[in-house]
């Protein structure tokens, strides 16, 4: 697995290259970057710094961020399907219409989180904190939700829970 540096990625992609699969990150810092459309498909995010930046439309199917801050990271129609986030900082996370099924979220903090219309099934969501999260015809199905919190500032409306 390749190894880049935050400096050469952003390099790269300012040079039209969005392809980023199979390399490693491990805790590289991409606070603020903008990585709209990437491909990450997987890459080795883990203990990253991606607070604040921009990954709509980006695909991080399999990609290891565990433990990874994305506080405030803009994740509109990304792809993080069957990713590993467990343990993962997601507090006011943008991931309306993401598609995170399969994905491992145990332990992720998703406080004031927007996941409205995010594809939630098959997830592992065990002790995920959605506390004022927006849950807005998210779809939960076949996830595991055991000892997850959701508290009465959670916008929920028309969940799928089947």
Do not use: P, W
Not at 53 to 69: F, P, R, V, W, Y
Not at 101 to 130: I, P, Q, T
């Amino acid at each position: 697995m390749k190894t880049m540096d935050a400096q050469e990625i952003l390099r790269c992609y300012a040079q039209g290259q969005r392809d980023f699969s199979h390399i490693n990150l491990v805790r590289v810092c991409l606070s603020n970057a903008s990585l709209i459309g990437a491909q990450l498909i997987f890459v080795d995010l883990g203990g990253a710094n991606l607070t604040r930046a921009q990954l709509d439309s980006a695909t991080l199917k399999n990609a290891n961020l565990a433990l990874a801050n994305m506080t405030e990271v803009c994740l509109i129609y990304a792809d993080l399907s069957n990713a590993d986030l467990s343990g993962a900082n997601l507090v006011g996370a943008d991931l309306t219409n993401a598609d995170l099924s399969g994905a491992k979220l145990g332990g992720a903090d998703l406080r004031k989180a927007n996941l409205s219309e995010a594809s939630l099934r098959g997830a592992d969501l065990r002790g995920v904190n959605l506390i004022e999260a927006n849950l807005t015809n998210t779809d939960f199905s076949e996830a595991d939700l055991t000892g997850a919190y959701i508290s009465d500032g959670a916008v929920i409306n028309v969940v799928n829970l089947s």
